[in-house]
């Protein structure tokens, strides 16, 4: 065996376990985040409110959102964003707490209460949950390691049939 497939299976080999555990948090995240429109338990689905375009004023959204207790939102400190969807009448009102209140756009009804566990799953999966120097210092490392991976496997993969391809060329000389 040749020196660069020595070094390939030995980069390959230690690549793999520095890592296995960035890159199964990735993959097990990732797969819960494919499934987010799906699975209401991941991140509520958007219901459909009564008009197209929105007329409601900031104090009564604010006031629809502080009206249900379970959502926690009793300020505008509260709250980290508004969505707005006009295509669908509706205004989600997301809570820093990961509670989520979705009123009509139209009349300010509250349509659904739930807890959304996307955002968390996201920070998960970029490494951001643990702290932000993660993101940079632990998986951006990880994932140019796996791109290595990626090539040194490809490499490993091809390397019997470029040996073969030589073997035949070699002996079609001779």
């Known amino acids: 065996m040749s020196a660069a497939a020595l070094w390939n299976r ?12 960035p890159v199964m948090i990735v993959i097990g995240s990732g797969l819960f985040l494919l499934l987010k429109k799906d699975v209401d338990w991941i991140q509520p689905s958007t219901l459909q409110g009564s008009g197209d ?21 009793q300020t505008w400190e509260d709250i980290d964003r508004l969505d707005i969807r006009p295509g ?15 009123l009509d756009a139209q ?12 955002d968390l799953i996201e920070s998960i999966h970029d490494g951001t949950f643990f702290h932000d120097r993660v993101k940079l210092w632990v998986f951006l490392p990880a994932a140019l390691i796996l791109l290595g991976l990626w090539g040194t496997g490809l490499y490993l993969w091809l390397l019997p049939y470029l040996v073969r391809a030589r073997r035949r060329k070699k002996a079609a000389k001779s």
Do not use: D
């Open 10 to 21: 030995k980069l390959h080999r230690w690549g793999a376990i520095l890592t296995a555990l």
């Open 53 to 73: 375009a929105p007329s409601l004023p900031f104090e009564r959204i604010l006031n629809a959102a502080r009206g249900e207790p379970q959502a926690g939102i």
């Open 88 to 102: 669908k009448g509706v205004i989600k009102v997301r809570g820093k707490n990961r509670w989520e209140v979705q």
């Open 107 to 118: 009349t300010g009804a509250v349509l659904n209460v739930a807890f959304r566990r996307s």
